[in-house]
Every structure is written in structure tokens, then in C-alpha cells.
């Protein structure tokens, strides 16, 4: 036999849905509940308590029930649903989500630990900087410095020792023809201050 709701239960029996609840609420008639938690009723309990039931009621339940099936048929992978209807099923969703976590979060806030107070960090003196060690200086091995061949010409007139005598010679030539020493320096190869010297030292 079918199950119907209190609306439909009153249809049946020709009752009002105060009569049907009453009745429950007496005993008189068992109800059992659906995956929603609403209230249902066999017909069976229904024929038990008032009898025949009405067929022009039963055509218009008939009626009923295959509208709401073509409801619930699905189309392109979804459910038509009225809105009272889905905020139902979202309001008892809620209801039934918040009445298991409500007393998991008593119970956590009875059990958690208290936290302790943080102490502060103190901070650290700076530490002082070590003396810097003197840098020691590379042992290098000696090397003897090259002496320079003393120019005998050079020494017994004292002029410098990269003037020989044929360089002498020149420089005196073109000194006496007016040239500078930047001139002089051109054509001997000599520094222009060995060449004044060396002009000095013979005039």
C-alpha cells in the first residue's frame, strides 16, 4: 500500500489536518517518518482507523503523485524542485549539521588547553668586536738588485753614466748649432736632463 502525508491522509478519510494529527498524537494512528523527517502515514493504517477511503480522493492523489514524480525526473543531469522545496531540504540540512557540531564545539571548549602567557624575549647585548690582529707582511725572498755598469767615460768627466763619449761628442755638435733639447733629444736618445747636465758640466 502507499504512504501518504497528513495532507493527503486527510484527503483520504475526508478529515481535517487537525483530526489527523490529533489522532496521531492520541495513538490512535502510527506514523512513520521519511528520509526528510516529515510525518507519513500508511494507507493501510488509515482504511484500519476510518474505514473505506474515498476514491475521488484517491484520483486526485493519483494525480498529484505523478506531477511530482515529473518533477523529480531528471533533465540534463538535474532535479526541478520548487523553492519551498529546496529550502526546506537546506533548512533541515542546516538543522542537522548545526545539532552535531554544536555540542562537539562544548565539549572542545571545555577540554582545550588554556593557553599560557608568553614571556617576552629579552634581548641579547651586542658582543663586542675582538681586536683585529695586525696584518703580518709576506717573507719574501730577497732578490739582489742589478748594479749598473759604471760608464768610465761618464765618471772621469762626472757626467751622467749613460753618456759616452761619442754621445758627448753629438750633443756638444748640435748644441753649438742652436738645436733645444728637445731637438737634441730626438737625434741621441737621451733624456733631455742627462743632456742639460752633460752641457753644463762641459761648459
Known sequence: MAINNITDSALLVKKSRRTIQRYIA???L????????KPQIDTTELIRVFGALSKVSQKKI???????????SKKNNSINLT??????????????ALSKAIPLLIEHKKTAPIPEPITPITPMAPV????????R???RPFTAKKKERKNGYAAAFGLPNVITE??????MKLHGEGLTLRE???EVSVSQTSIQRTITVSA
Request: overall charge positive; glycine content about 4%.
Open 166 to 171: 761619442v754621445i758627448h761628442l753629438q750633443i
Open 62 to 72: 493519483a494525480k498529484k503523485s505523478q506531477h511530482v514524480a515529473a518533477k523529480w
Open 137 to 139: 707582511p709576506i717573507n
Open 83 to 96: 523553492a519551498d522545496e529546496l529550502e526546506d531540504i537546506i533548512t533541515r540540512a542546516v538543522e542537522k
Open 184 to 186: 737634441i733629444e730626438k
Open 30 to 37: 502510527i506514523m512513520v517518518r521519511d528520509t526528510l523527517g
Open 128 to 135: 663586542a668586536d675582538k681586536k683585529r690582529q695586525p696584518i
Open 26 to 28: 492520541n495513538g490512535k
